[in-house]
């Protein structure tokens, strides 16, 4: 059962804070629209587009912990209405999310879509499934065959509570791979150019290359 995302976010400090700062009308329009709901189709197709998330962990001492992690999109798996997972892959060897984890469950997560602007944070808890425990199907699940990682363990995340962001101050970006529907045209009219002058007798052969659109 999940929880709305205000009663998590807004602990009394906050709510006392937006008191000071005058923005209490505006803490409790949010409490008012904020709603206990499972995932939903809109989040779920968000998610799966998602090639990268922030993760934070709580540590003994009361420290928060923010780690990346990224993987092919759709490797943060929505595996039921409340649940997600993901393969942990091998990383710098300090296991400090980890470690995290064994102490307090509690996690936050933030996804970003760049070109769209759109933000999505979400609380839950979080258990490492250690990949020899897994069971087949879960493994097979939460694994992607063509990512080059090495896989260590399986994540798996009730969520408590989620909700939107809006696109302020979100910096537009692309990644290499949604540009090259764009630039693998201007690459080909180039080429074709190259040729066209080089058979006039106008410019030189261009140098030999490898196939331009060849995924580095």
Known sequence: MTQRYTDIAFTPDVRRTQEHRGTRPHGQRLEARSEARPLGERERDFIAGRDSFFLATVNQAGWPYVQHRGGAP????????TTLGFADFRGNLQYVSTGNLAGDDRV??????????WRLKLFGRARNVELDDAPVALAQALTDAGYDATVERLTLIEVEAFDWNC?????????????APLIRPLEDRIAQLEASLHAAGIAPPPPPQGDPHETV
């Open 167 to 179: 696109s302020q101050h979100i910096p537009q970006r692309f990644s290499r791979e949604e540009l």
């Open 108 to 117: 936050s997560l933030i996804l970003v879509d760049y070109p769209h602007r």
């Open 74 to 81: 759709g490797f943060l798996k929505v595996l039921g209405p």
